[in-house]
């Protein structure tokens, strides 16, 4: 079966991993009286001259030096054991075998050499003791079995190996049509966001549109009366010339109102002035954040579709090196090329994506400040204006004190009622405040997000609501959640803009028509 079957037909046992044994190596005794000899490197290189090819050479030392005797070792495969008999043959051509040195009386200075087997295996001396140290007894056809189970395991291995690539590769392309149809899916998402935008912004300009209409209507009706005025002004000065009345308070009078209307044209005409500008700022304004907010949508979601082809052009990449793992073709290999290029390219595509999306967030945040900015000062022009109206400024957080008034008012007498009332409403006023008191709970919902309520169980609720009414329980409930919305940090009052007709934080337009609103009625108060 083998090139070395042709020297153990009668299957002896050999010493494994295969080793040679070299005999009679010249030693002498130093001055210590120890047996002193080469180094296995000289050994080891003449017999590598000779086509052998040695892994080792070890010398054999015993407890009196070296012992004269060397292993060498040979390569563990089949061809070590065909160097091993060839080792042993040369040995054996020139009558220095195993058999010369045992039989022979006066060995000489030459070497014998010998394959190692299992008498050598078993002899008791350092020769044996190395030999069964490092090496255990073999036969040729052993190996042979040895050799046939681990080809059998390996086939065995490779075809587990070659069914779990399959299962693999069948997963790499379920995960790479999963990606192109998420990739569809968010193509079409993008079609019907770039529809709605398009509507939305149709419908955004007909509002512009008819809002300023109406403000240029307003502008010129106000304007006609105006003139109106002068003129009629002017005809009861020319009736008061021609008729040459001469009262100097009548004609003071009149000079007196011709200039306040005049003073209140002028006025009027900067009020105007400053209005339409107002209303272009605004408009301008919101039309930039708008544009900038649809930009920044836009950009993010091709920052999206990007990262998504990405992770489709990824996973084809992984099919087609799979595949150019079983199949070497050129078009394989200049497919898998044109795919890392293209990757390449949208991987780049992506960090400008990213970069722009950076400088765009920054741009909007300061759009953001600056409305911020805007609503503060109407904000603060606002909170010391008491009115009725549905606009306005309200202290989110501030406790309402009728509840409790009329609660006490139930219990204690009129001359009582009115302070013991501010005693009440004082101490739940220094609760609201303090940050050590934090009635409130966690509550996850079944999609695993977590939301702040109000703890329903809290000790000074409960008291509150079993002693008092349930309007003041109310108002320290609705103070709570505004100052937990509103300022949770520093849990006193603050001011907001407020829509008190719909229950809600008012916008920045509905302050600024509020406002014009107001003057619209303080310019018909003078007239």
């Given amino acids: 079966m083998h090139c070395c079957a042709q020297y153990c037909d009668d299957d002896p046992l050999f010493v494994y991993p295969w080793m040679g044994i070299v005999a009679n190596i010249p030693t002498h005794v130093d001055k210590d009286g120890r047996q002193i000899g080469e180094s296995g490197r000289r050994l080891k290189e003449e017999l590598t001259m000779k086509g052998l ?22 390569n563990k495969e089949w061809d070590g054991l065909k160097n091993a008999i060839m080792f042993e043959n040369s040995f054996e051509s020139k009558h220095c075998g195993k058999m010369e040195f045992f039989a022979s009386r006066h060995l000489g200075d030459k070497l014998y050499g010998w394959v190692a087997r299992d008498d050598d295996y078993r002899f008791e001396g350092p020769v044996g003791n190395y030999l069964r140290k490092h090496g255990d007894l073999k036969t040729v056809s052993g190996k042979e079995a040895e050799d046939a189970r681990k080809a059998t395991t390996l086939v065995s291995s490779l075809t587990h190996t070659l069914k779990t690539k399959n299962l693999h590769l069948k997963e790499i392309e379920s995960k790479y049509l999963e990606t192109s149809a998420t990739v569809n899916k968010v193509m079409e998402e993008k079609e019907e966001m770039i529809k709605s935008y398009n509507e939305e912004k149709k419908r955004m300009r007909q509002a512009s549109h ?35 009345v001469h009262n100097k308070s009548e004609r003071r009078k009149l000079e007196l ?29 919101m039309e930039q954040l708008h544009k900038k907010f649809i930009e920044l949508e836009m950009k993010v979601d091709a920052e999206h579709a990007l990262k998504l082809e990405i992770e489709r052009l990824k996973g084809a990449l992984q099919v087609v090196r799979h595949m150019g793992e079983e199949d070497e073709d050129v078009e394989t290999k200049q497919k898998l090329v044109e795919i ?16 722009l999306n950076q400088t765009l967030i920054v741009k909007e945040r300061k759009c953001n400040d600056e409305l911020q900015e805007a609503r503060k000062e109407l904000i603060t022009s606002m909170k010391d204006v008491k ?31 009115d ?6 409403s004082s101490m739940w006023e220094d609760c609201l405040m303090d940050p050590k008191w934090h009635p409130f709970k966690i509550i996850t919902d079944n999609e695993g997000n977590p939301t702040e309520m109000i703890n329903e169980e809290d000790e000074k609720l409960i008291n509150l609501k079993n002693e008092f009414s349930d309007e003041a329980y109310n108002a320290v409930i609705t103070a709570l959640k505004e100052l937990n919305e509103y300022n949770p940090s520093g849990r006193y009052p603050i001011p907001e ?31």
């Fill in 210 to 244: 008819d809002h300023f209409k109406k403000i240029s209507l307003e502008h010129e009706n106000i304007t006609m009366d105006l003139k109106n005025q002068q003129r009629e002004l002017d005809r009861q000065e020319k009736e008061l010339l021609q008729r040459a």
């Fill in 419 to 424: 302070e013991k009332a501010a005693e009440l």
């Fill in 53 to 74: 090819k040695p892994l080792k050479v070890h010398p054999i030392w015993s407890t009196k030096g070296h012992s004269g005797f060397a292993i060498v070792e040979f």
């Fill in 387 to 417: 009115t009725s109206a549905n606009i306005g400024v309200k202290r989110m957080g501030e406790l309402d004190n009728t509840p409790f008034y009329t609660a006490i008012k139930r219990r204690y007498p009129a001359d009582e009622a």
């Fill in 340 to 355: 890392e290029e293209n990757l390449k390219q949208k991987e780049g595509e992506l960090e400008y994506f990213e970069a």
């Fill in 257 to 285: 109102e011709k200039k306040m209307n005049e003073r209140a044209t002028l006025e009027q005409k900067k009020a105007n002035e400053n209005m339409l500008k107002l209303a272009e700022d605004q408009k301008r304004e």
């Fill in 497 to 527: 803009l407020w829509n008190f007709k719909e229950g809600r934080r008012a916008t920045l337009s509905e302050g600024a028509v509020h406002i014009v609103n107001q003057w619209k009625q303080l310019k018909r108060r003078r007239k």
